[in-house]
């Protein structure tokens, strides 16, 4: 399994922008991996904000009324929808898969970071300006 991360860019605070995650690679499907997406932004740890896990979704309280995941099957691709971008929005945005659906729901519900076992994608860069 192979993830490429993209849709980084430069924003002004309360801009929007939308993330796509492209999840390639035999043997990958939504019913089996949850598929969350994670921000590391200067000087601090990863810490997760938003996941997919079997149709169901999960924040970070500091984004949950602002980014909304989803996903598209045919295209095996997992979006984050960002809206009211603010400058501690700032980061460098990773996407990951792993069939660790609880440890991956827990990393991003109480945003911290997860280290167990995830395939990673090349992050994507955020900047919001204010």
């Known amino acids: 399994v192979q993830l490429q991360a993209s849709g980084g860019g430069l924003v002004q605070t309360g801009g929007s922008l939308r993330l796509t995650c492209t999840v390639s690679g035999s043997g990958f499907n939504f019913d089996d991996y949850t598929v969350g997406w994670f921000r590391q932004a200067p000087g601090k740890r990863r810490e997760g904000i938003a996941c997919i896990s079997n149709g169901a979704n999960f924040y970070e309280y500091s984004v949950k009324d602002r980014f909304t995941i989803s996903n598209d099957n045919a295209k095996n691709a997992v979006y984050l929808q960002m809206n009211n971008l603010k400058s501690d929005d700032t980061a460098v945005y990773y996407c990951?898969?792993?069939?660790?659906?609880?440890?991956?729901?827990?990393?991003?519900?109480?945003?911290?970071?997860?280290?167990?076992?995830?395939?990673w994608g090349k992050g994507t860069l955020v900047t919001v300006s204010s």
């Open positions: 990951a898969a792993g069939r660790d659906a609880l440890g991956i729901m827990a990393a991003v519900v109480s945003g911290t970071t997860y280290e167990a076992d995830a395939t």
